[in-house]
């Protein structure tokens, strides 16, 4: 399971292996964009409503919709990236964010 933490460090040092690159917009999306797609992609999956239930009882991890969304609504780049209103689901105030460093 990634952390908050771990998905940071991953921006973090996507950023610094990019940054002499010019990266280019494909398929719609920006380089910044296609980073936070690729992140979600690991956690894919189609569950029946019956399959969520079980799981919230025998299963330790969040939902992988949670465990997604968590991360990136605490991370400003998401915002910054997809250009995401105030008051959006995906939008914590500023003084909801869980701060690491």
């Not at 299963?59 to 991370?75: A, T």
Request: proline share 7%.
């Amino acid at each position: 399971m990634q952390t908050w933490a771990e998905s940071y460090l991953a921006w973090m040092a996507w950023q610094e292996q990019t940054k002499a690159r010019k990266l280019a917009e494909q398929d719609g999306l920006s380089p910044e964009q296609r980073f936070f797609v690729g992140f979600a992609q690991w956690a894919c999956s189609n569950q029946t409503p019956e399959q969520l239930r079980l799981n919230a009882v025998t299963n330790p991890h969040s939902p992988p919709r949670y465990r997604i969304n968590g991360v990136v609504s605490n991370m400003p780049q998401f915002v910054e990236a997809f250009q995401c209103k105030a008051g959006k689901a995906l939008v914590r105030p500023e003084k909801e964010l869980c701060k690491v460093w």
